[in-house]
């Protein structure tokens, strides 16, 4: 196993990197790491010691630790980890499951970069990594980067989505059987009219379609039940209130535990009760899900795994670019059951 200031040291040094820690900013103390991370205060001191050896901080008696440089003198064998967006608490953890798998290896380095940074990163930058796990927000506005990537023989695995014709290795949850065993487990409640719920234009993509299509496998042979799919304007959702009402909507299944708390939370207000009035199922199984009200049964994906073999298929990649790849590596789910649905 990993020593565990290594865990710290990576995470710390990853976030100085991508810049999520700014030049002067102060890292917590040794204590503080210690709490956060559940290890001894020699471990966290460790850590720090680490960071500091690399120069990226300076370390004095009073003071505490302060961050000195944002940038290693020589980056080498550098793994470029693509995120939508930076400091969103919604967004898995497959950073853990990358630095399972790359700090096993000697001299790999970890960057995270936003999509709108790295698409301003010039040629040379990218050409210096070694390869890149590219998380995609929207086959649409990515397609272009991706291809680019793609013909400049850039190492890179997709995570989360997949591009069917494009032969880039990509790495997903079983969206379909998450979708269709969100809406078995309602329709064994005896629920009589199902929802599937999406954020407007959200169904274009690969995942959230595949999660639909799963969710009408389960009903389609319910003759009695006719499922309904609600497109959703962003921040806007008081309509779908409406609609639930006059479809008669007893069960829904969100495309993402964010969306269905949304939802919940609308509900709350029109006095809807959950579950008994309306089931609902989200997916993904993030953080915010174990506090709603009531706690939202969900698809849980599992994002360390995720993360790890992305990392690993980039690994092939990099020692080996001309072996055959599997196109696409589906990941598991399962049904985190708690209190939004009858069942």
Request: aromatic residues 6%; hydrophobic residues 45%; proline residues 3%.
């Given at each position: 196993m990993e020593p565990k200031y290594k865990l710290i040291y990576q995470t710390l040094k990853n976030k100085i990197l991508s810049h999520q820690i700014n030049v002067g900013d102060k890292l917590p103390s040794e204590n503080q790491l210690a709490k956060e991370y559940s290890v001894s205060r020699i471990t966290s001191k460790r850590a720090l010691t680490e960071l500091e050896n690399d120069g990226l901080v300076s370390r004095q008696a009073g003071i505490g630790t302060i961050v000195q440089k944002d940038h290693l003198t020589e980056i080498k064998n550098e793994i470029l980890f693509v995120i939508p967006f930076a400091n969103n608490a919604e967004f898995g953890d497959y950073t853990s499951g990358l630095l399972e798998v790359f700090n096993e290896q000697q001299n790999f380095q970890i960057t995270t970069v936003t999509n709108q940074k790295f698409r301003n990163f010039p040629l040379s930058r990218v050409n210096q990594a070694k390869g890149i796990i590219y998380y995609v927000e929207s086959l649409t506005n990515d397609l272009k980067v991706i291809t680019k990537l793609f013909l400049d023989k850039i190492p890179i695995v997709i995570l989360d989505k997949s591009f069917d014709d494009l032969p880039i290795p990509s790495v997903t949850c079983d969206n379909f059987n998450g979708g269709k065993l969100a809406a078995t487990t309602l329709l064994q409640s005896g629920l009589q009219k199902l929802a599937f719920v999406t954020n407007e234009n959200s169904i274009s993509d690969s995942s959230v379609r595949s999660r639909y299509f799963?969710?009408?496998?389960?009903?389609?042979?319910?003759?009695?039940?006719?499922?309904?799919?609600?497109?959703?304007?962003?921040?806007?959702?008081?309509?779908?209130?409406?609609?639930?009402?006059?479809?008669?909507?007893?069960?829904?299944?969100?495309?993402?535990?964010?969306?269905?708390?949304?939802?919940?939370?609308?509900?709350?207000?029109?006095?809807?009760?959950?579950?008994?009035?309306?089931?609902?199922?989200?997916?993904?199984?993030?953080?915010?899900?174990?506090?709603?009200?009531?706690?939202?049964?969900?698809?849980?994906?599992?994002?360390?795994?995720?993360?790890?073999?992305?990392?690993?298929l980039l690994l092939q990649l990099i020692e080996a670019p001309k072996q055959d790849i599997p196109s696409q590596t589906i990941i598991p789910v399962k049904l985190i059951k708690r209190d939004s649905d009858k069942s």
């Open positions: 799963g969710f009408l496998s389960a009903v389609q042979d319910q003759n009695k039940i006719t499922p309904v799919l609600f497109n959703i304007k962003d921040h806007d959702i008081s309509t779908l209130i409406a609609d639930i009402k006059v479809k008669k909507v007893d069960g829904i299944v969100a495309q993402n535990d964010v969306v269905a708390i949304r939802i919940m939370n609308q509900l709350h207000q029109s006095g809807i009760k959950i579950p008994e009035d309306v089931s609902i199922i989200g997916f993904d199984n993030i953080q915010a899900s174990t506090l709603s009200y009531p706690a939202l049964t969900t698809i849980e994906q599992n994002f360390v795994t995720l993360g790890a073999s992305a990392a690993k």
